[in-house]
T-cell receptor
């Protein structure tokens, strides 16, 4: 199993540009999540999904969209990037009552 | 609201010393779960342990041990005979029930082991 994979690993955007961070898992996990990690603030939940076709907002959802058309994939879309979205983004997945398995992260810089 | 406090921002110890990382939490829930994650310099998040609120037994795994005390709302992590490979940022986290997406993370403790 590849586990949780994220692409790209690094990305630089200009303010106002849009992009999609990709996340995929091959463990048939029902639950998937996106977190952002900022210096001195730990990780904060952006959006999550409890199954294909079902998504919900986390603690910091503004500026981000998600969809879950398949069990495997959970992309995170930035509609109009802002410097405040400069962060490291982690995707995670889990199966029912297991712990979260995190992907390797995407480092995003918005200039 | 849930809150996790890791008051130690950075700790440095000499190799082979023991070190304890503190974690204090706040929650109104009677059932909750506590976690520790390790983030080495490579950046990935590595799961270390999960503990539920009904189990206050201390746990030991090799050089790692965890002390859970509901009376003081603490879930401290001790590394015995530290090694350079233990250098990382360690996060404590809390959720209402196991697997809840809404993990509340502490701000992390950066541990540096000096050879």
């Amino acid at each position: 199993n590849a586990g949780v994979t994220q692409t790209p690993k690094f990305q630089v955007l200009k303010t106002g540009q849009s992009m999609t961070l990709q996340c995929a898992q091959d463990m048939n996990h029902e639950y998937m999540s996106w977190y952002r990690q900022d210096p001195g603030m730990g990780l904060r939940l952006i959006h999550y999904s409890v199954g294909a076709g079902i998504t919900d907002q986390g603690e910091v959802p503004n500026g981000y969209n998600v969809s879950r058309s398949t069990t495997e994939d959970f992309p995170l879309r930035l509609l109009s990037a802002a410097p405040s979205q400069t962060s490291v983004y982690f995707c995670a997945s889990r199966y029912r009552d297991s712990e979260q398995y995190f992907g390797p992260g995407t480092r995003l810089t918005v200039t | 609201a849930q809150k996790v406090t890791q008051a130690q921002t950075e700790i440095s110890v000499v190799e082979k010393e023991d070190v304890t990382l503190d974690c204090v939490y706040e929650t109104r829930d009677t059932t909750y779960y506590l976690f520790w994650y390790k983030q080495p310099p490579s950046g990935e998040l590595v799961f270390l342990i999960r503990r539920n609120s009904f189990d206050e037994q201390n746990e030991i795994s090799g050089r790692y041990s965890w002390n859970f005390q509901k009376s003081t709302s603490s879930f401290n992590f001790t590394i015995t005979a530290s090694q350079v490979v233990d250098s990382a940022v360690y996060f404590c986290a809390l959720s209402e029930f196991v697997g809840n997406e809404k993990l509340t993370f502490g701000t992390g403790t950066r541990l540096t082991i000096i050879p």
